[in-house]
């Protein structure tokens, strides 16, 4: 497979990135598994998904009864909302509301609406990045069992 990938190895498109140098880190989810590391980014602009923000703020529990904790963000934040468009450095980056995790049997039927979705809404990109998985430039590759074929 020719896509480039990464996990948060400090690797994005063959280059080293120091933490400090980095402007956005961009959440999915506010559980721990997702902003674990987020003190080594200092200086950086931390958005979350505006639908994560009742669960940061402790109005709403994560729905497994077996976490105790609460989610929460250390630094200031302005959530974005879905479909929200902005620019970070040149790149031009547009949130997508994709609930849903393989990673958890029980969201396996909603993780199969959101990729079906996202294909829907989005039918090519240059850059596709994930919570679990890291980033790929091959969009086409990673969502050909959602996508149309093209003819």
Known sequence: MSAQRSRATGLIGGRVYAAASV???FLTRSDRDHTGGLTAFSGAEIPPCAREKAV???GVPRRFPFLKRRNRLEAAYTPLEDGEAFTAGSMR?????????RLISNDAEENERSMRELAERVPEASLLCTGHSGYTTDYRYAMARYLPAKG
Do not use: E, F, L
């Not at 980056?93 to 995790?101: M, N």
């Open 56 to 58: 940061i703020d402790g």
């Open 23 to 25: 402007r956005h880190v």
């Open 93 to 101: 980056v547009r949130a997508i509301w994709t609930p849903g995790s």
